[in-house]
Nanobody, 124 residues
């Protein structure tokens, strides 16, 4: 079992910066692909970013590519999502999740452990 806890969300203005953290416990995250997803009110959960077990070639949703950066520190069992230049459309609950697969995946169904989420609200 892997327990994931997100933190770092908040209420910010457009153009501001937030850094989300995902702290893992229970087992090391070295064996897992870690993904970030988000869900806005009335919308389905959508993929944001994913990082491989060795932090090679992260993948991003087109909506955040070039803005957000995902990184991981396996020694600290921690994954972060840096979000500069936030936009109102980034408003959502953000979740981190762990997938036991080797390949990076954008499909939520491939992730078996999920955190409770952290709210990000971006005002115009």
């Amino acid at each position: 079992q892997v327990q994931l806890v997100e933190s770092g969300g908040g209420l910010v203005q457009a153009g501001d910066y937030l850094r989300l953290s995902c702290a893992a416990s229970g087992r090391t995250i070295r064996s897992y692909v870690i993904g970030w997803f988000r869900q806005a009110p009335g919308k389905e959960r959508e993929f944001v970013a994913a990082i491989s077990r060795l932090a090679e070639s992260p993948v991003y949703a087109d909506s955040v590519k070039g803005r957000f950066t995902v990184s991981r520190d396996n020694a600290k069992n921690m994954v972060t999502l840096e979000m500069p230049n936030l936009k109102p459309e980034d408003t959502a609950v953000y979740y981190c999740a762990a997938s036991p697969g080797v390949s990076l995946t954008t499909a939520p169904t491939r992730y078996i452990y999920w955190g409770q989420g952290t709210q990000v609200t971006v005002s115009p």
